[in-house]
């Protein structure tokens, strides 16, 4: 009985940091070669925005994997689809590590995102496999504590290795970390059994997405929890050409403010989770169009990088505050098509990223940095404000 319970435990651990790593694996993708973003700019002899699309790709790669592999696994299971998302991730970094030009190394960048999905979407549903109530709450919370730790590590590792060597290297480590993971992989066993896999086509699951837009609470939560990465990305695309290139700071000092942004959405996240009801959405919202007004002060007339670090730290906060709920709420209107509404969740940021980040480099790039960052603030409030109203309207009904 000893030998079961000492397995039981070690099974449970490999399970926590496995998954918790490939779930923090999109993160990974994106920000660990972010301070890498100028070099880029010169090794390929190319524009801002052209380096900026390699973002773009790999956001776009996230989106379309999880929308995809998420019903895919339902029907043929969990384990191959890993292994096999992991070994075409393995394939396109060392194509963006070779690429001639830009055009092929945006074009890798895609299936690098794509590939990275499969870490995200295929962590959660293993472990919504194997574990069920509090346990599953518990073991959620674990892996949600790995993938809350990987933006704040990301660049300022990404900022390390630029200290010594060129931005090949930071795509030598990803390699790394994606045969780690692979290996890793290959000793898992499938958690899907054959009885609780989906019997119709693989296709029938994607009509459930349809089912979405006939429910009111979902939409409106959907669209806050989509526009406020809006400012979030719109900052992840400007900052380490502003910080660096403006500013001239280095790769490491770059990263160490990345750092500090990241921390203050956890401590956004944080306190939305100790405010009643809906409070967080209405603060987040004041805070978000307050600090698009500062970045139009500090980025185009003041010219501090104290005052725009301090700008960024306060939008990033109220980028925190307008996550949780919305996303509680969302998945609670839709408990039986859960699945498919955490896909679109999660595939909604990354869609509004890749758009954003080829547009930051269009002309005066403060001033468009700015001028994205008071729309994204203003879309959301509109869909706060439309939040708050069906709140007191269910007050009022009760």
């Not at 859960?338 to 509004?352: D, E, I, M, N």
């Amino acid at each position: 009985m000893k030998n079961i319970g000492k397995a039981k435990r070690d099974l449970h651990r490999y399970l926590i940091i496995t998954l918790g790593f490939l779930s923090a694996f999109g993160p990974f993708v994106t920000d660990l070669y972010l301070p890498a973003l100028p070099s880029l700019t010169k090794e390929f002899s190319t524009s801002n925005s052209s380096v900026q699309l390699s973002l773009t790709m790999s956001m776009l790669g996230l989106a379309i994997g999880q929308i995809l592999i998420g019903p895919v696994s339902d029907k043929y299971g969990r384990r191959k689809l890993l292994i096999g998302s992991l070994v075409v991730y393995a394939i396109a970094t060392v194509c963006c590590i070779f690429a001639p030009n830009i055009q092929l190394f945006n074009f890798m960048r895609l299936f690098q995102g794509m590939a990275g999905a499969g870490g995200i979407v295929l962590s959660r549903s293993i472990a919504t496999d194997t574990y069920s109530g509090e346990r599953l709450t518990q073991f959620i919370s674990m892996i949600a504590a790995v993938n809350g730790i990987a933006p704040v590590v990301a660049p300022i590792l990404g900022g390390v290795i630029l200290s010594f060597a060129d931005w090949k290297v930071i795509f030598i480590v990803l390699l790394v970390i994606g045969i780690i993971l692979l290996l890793l992989s290959l000793r898992l066993r499938e958690s899907l059994a054959m009885r609780n896999r989906l019997e119709a086509p693989v296709f029938a699951s994607f009509v459930n997405y349809k089912k979405l837009l006939r429910n009111k609470t979902y939409m409106i939560h959907f669209f806050i929890y989509m526009f406020s990465p809006f400012v979030l990305f719109t900052y992840i695309s400007a900052s380490s050409f502003i910080l660096q290139n403006v500013y001239h700071l280095s790769s490491l000092m770059f990263s160490l403010f990345f750092a500090v942004n990241a921390v203050a959405i956890a401590v956004g996240c944080a306190v939305a989770g100790h405010l009643p009801g809906r409070r967080s959405l209405f603060y987040g919202a004041i805070i978000m169009v307050v600090g698009a007004l500062l970045s139009v002060v500090t980025l185009i007339f003041l010219h501090s990088v104290v005052l725009v670090e301090l700008t960024f730290v306060v939008l990033m906060f109220s980028v925190g505050l307008l996550q949780p709920i919305p996303t509680a709420i969302a998945l609670d209107s839709e408990r039986n098509n859960a699945g498919v509404a955490s896909a679109a969740l999660g595939a909604s940021s990354f869609l509004v990223g890749g758009a954003v980040a080829p547009i930051v480099g269009i002309g005066n790039m403060f001033v468009t940095t700015s001028v994205l960052f008071i729309i994204g603030a203003l879309v959301t409030s509109v869909f706060v404000v439309l939040s708050l109203r069906q709140e007191k309207n269910k007050r009022y009904t009760k």
